[in-house]
């Protein structure tokens, strides 16, 4: 053999050394998202509906409770939403209109995670301030709460997702989610 096919050789066993154990690594790591990707597309999907509580108190009575529910299921993007209210008409500059939102706005994703469920939760509740308002289309003044919220719910248990106090008066709103596994 000549000395050149003896450094020859002998480079290519140091690269083969040295890079063996990066190209194990790899294969390994191939064959992990393979078998992920084959283990999620065999796992059954599941469903869940996600009912909402939105409770308003004064001086710790209830006064008022509504309910919204949907469907989901994790890991769907886009995330879900119920939205329900009415688009009202605000003159921005001299003679330009704009529409505001104004009711209910709740958005929701998760996440199935061993017993209990991940959940994103943006809610917005929007009113106006005097109930006349509502027929007019000059400046309304709105009254506005906002709940963006990430926490852990057990199916079948309600879990407060976010309580807030209206600094203008003495009353509490509180969020309540229960999560049912639907399929």
């Known amino acids: 053999m000549s000395k050149k096919q003896i450094v020859w050789l002998t480079a290519v066993a140091i690269i083969f050394m040295w890079g063996a154990p990066f190209w194990g690594v790899r294969a390994l790591a191939q064959d992990a ?25 004064e001086d710790g009575r209830k006064i008022n409770s509504r309910h919204y529910s949907m469907n989901l299921v994790p890991g769907y993007t886009p995330a879900n939403e119920i939205k ?14 704009q529409y505001i939102d104004v009711g209910t706005s709740i958005w929701s994703r998760m996440t ?7 959940l ?4 917005e509740i929007s009113n ?35 309580i807030v106090d209206d600094p203008n008066s003495k009353r509490q709103f509180e969020l309540e989610v229960t999560v049912t596994k639907i399929r």
């Open 112 to 118: 199935e995670r061993g017993d209990g469920v991940q």
């Open 84 to 97: 329900i209210g009415s688009r009202v008409p605000v003159e921005g500059k001299q003679g330009e209109m």
């Open 128 to 162: 106006f301030a005097n109930p006349e308002q509502e027929t007019r289309s000059s400046m309304p003044l709105l009254r506005q709460l906002r709940i963006n919220a990430s926490t852990v719910a057990v199916p079948g248990k309600p879990t407060v997702v976010g």
């Open 120 to 123: 994103e939760v943006r809610a």
């Open 33 to 57: 998202s393979v078998k992920t990707t084959s283990d999620e597309s065999s796992k059954p999907i599941s469903a869940f509906r996600l009912d909402f509580t939105l409770t308003e108190s």
